[in-house]
Every structure is written in structure tokens, then in C-alpha cells.
């Protein structure tokens, strides 16, 4: 007796997660390189084969289906940091170095970039997001990476209790940007050498990165005559003050 196949939802296609999939590769593909807003639906389904009606069907909107494209990477960066960072404290006992720390929360978006076409263009996503609204971008930022990010924060306090909390958050802040722009490609490190050095090692980058970035989340508390020097309408050290 042949067995009775499990009946489908009307309108769901045959092999809906493979489509489903399809659209966000594609769609991902689209708005790395051209941009949420000069991004259509039509192109969208037009490069995944299928009706325009299939992004409404699966997404709702175009907004929607961004949000998806984005969380679909970047919740799983944000739960490999923390996988790293459990693991790393289980290692150490709870006692990293911060290195180490620095290492597993860049590690994720390295390997991912090493990944081949699909994390390239996560990439420039990523670095496009600043460019879409802004209450999109940090509303995604928050939901996807906050929660892995705070973690780090928490335990780089904890092991640096010497140094102002204050100064650890804005560190960190500079972390994201500092990684964020070498992750880009943009860096002008052959210019800047007169050719003598490039970026394209990805393994040295990583290695030169890490230590800044380790050595700069240590460095003691910023002292006030550092403020004193930046702070009002001018810079004192240039005012022709004695």
C-alpha cells in the first residue's frame, strides 16, 4: 500500500526551505553590494527565480526580509563569541588573558570572512549597515550583538579591576571600530608603508590586531592631564600657551 503523504499547507511550495534559503542568499548578495534602499523586491526574486510574491509569502516585506538576511549570520557570530568565551574560561579556570579574550571575539568575523564569497558579502553588509536607517541598523546591532558583546565587556572588568570601567567600555567601542575597518579591506597600509608592508596575511593581521587591541584594553586608566589636553575650544598644547 503506498503511504499517504502528510498534506500541504495551501500555497506552500514544494521545497519551501530550500527556497526560502535561496531568496536570503541571493538577497544577501543584493544588499552587500547595492544597498537596502537600492535593492528592490523584484530584483531580489528575479536573481532567486522565483515570484515577487514568494518574499511576501516567506518575509512579509523588504525590511523583514533584511532583518533576516542579517540575523541569519550574525546571531551565529554572536553565539560562537560566546561559545569561545565559555570554552576560554573553562580553560583558564575563569583566569583568560586578555589576548586570549580579544582573540575569540575576533575570531568569528576573521573565519567568516576566510569563508569564501557568502562571507565576503556578510562583510560589506555589515560595514553598509551604518548607511540604512539608523533606527534599523541599531535596533539589529542591539538584538544580534549586544548580548555577546556585554559578556566580554563583564569579563575584561573582572580581570582588569585596576582599571576604570569607564574607560574599558569606551575601549571597547574602539575595538569595534578598529576591527570593523581592517575587516573592510580599506585599510591604507601599503600607501602608508611606501609598499613595504601589506594586509592581504590574513593570519598576521589577525595577530597585529590582537595585540593592539590587547595592549590599548590595558592601558591605565586615562590619566587627567590626557583631558586637560583635549578638553575646551581649543587644544591647549597648541594654543601657544607656556
Request: proline share 6%.
Amino acid at each position: 500500500m503506498t503511504p499517504v503523504q502528510p498534506a500541504r499547507r495551501p500555497g506552500r511550495p514544494v521545497g519551501d526551505r530550500d527556497t526560502r534559503n535561496l531568496i536570503l542568499d541571493e538577497a544577501e548578495q543584493l544588499f552587500a553590494y547595492q544597498g537596502y534602499a537600492s535593492t528592490s523586491t523584484r530584483t531580489i526574486a528575479a536573481a532567486a527565480g522565483v515570484q515577487q510574491s514568494m518574499i511576501s509569502y516567506y518575509f512579509g516585506t523588504k525590511q523583514k526580509l533584511f532583518e533576516e538576511v542579517f540575523k541569519r549570520r550574525g546571531t551565529l557570530l554572536s553565539e560562537q563569541r560566546e561559545q569561545y568565551l565559555d570554552a576560554l574560561m573553562a580553560r583558564t579556570e575563569g583566569k583568560p588573558s586578555v589576548h586570549e579574550v580579544i582573540a575569540a571575539y575576533l575570531k568569528p568575523q576573521f573565519d567568516l570572512k576566510r569563508s569564501g564569497p557568502a562571507g565576503l558579502a556578510f562583510m560589506r553588509l555589515q560595514a553598509r549597515l551604518h548607511n540604512e536607517p539608523e533606527e534599523l541598523a541599531f535596533r539589529l546591532r542591539r538584538e544580534v550583538y549586544d548580548p555577546s558583546t556585554k559578556r566580554y565587556i563583564a569579563a575584561l572588568e573582572a580581570l582588569l579591576p585596576h582599571i576604570n570601567p569607564a574607560d574599558l567600555n569606551w575601549r571597547f567601542a574602539f575595538l569595534v571600530g578598529t576591527y570593523l575597518y581592517m575587516l573592510a579591506g580599506v585599510d591604507r597600509l601599503h600607501d602608508m608603508s611606501d609598499g613595504r608592508y601589506e594586509s592581504d596575511d590574513m593570519n598576521e593581521l589577525v595577530a597585529q590586531l590582537t595585540h593592539f587591541l590587547a595592549s590599548g584594553i590595558q592601558a591605565e586608566t586615562t590619566p587627567a592631564a590626557v583631558r586637560d589636553l583635549t578638553h575646551g575650544e581649543t587644544f591647549p598644547l597648541f594654543s601657544g600657551n607656556p
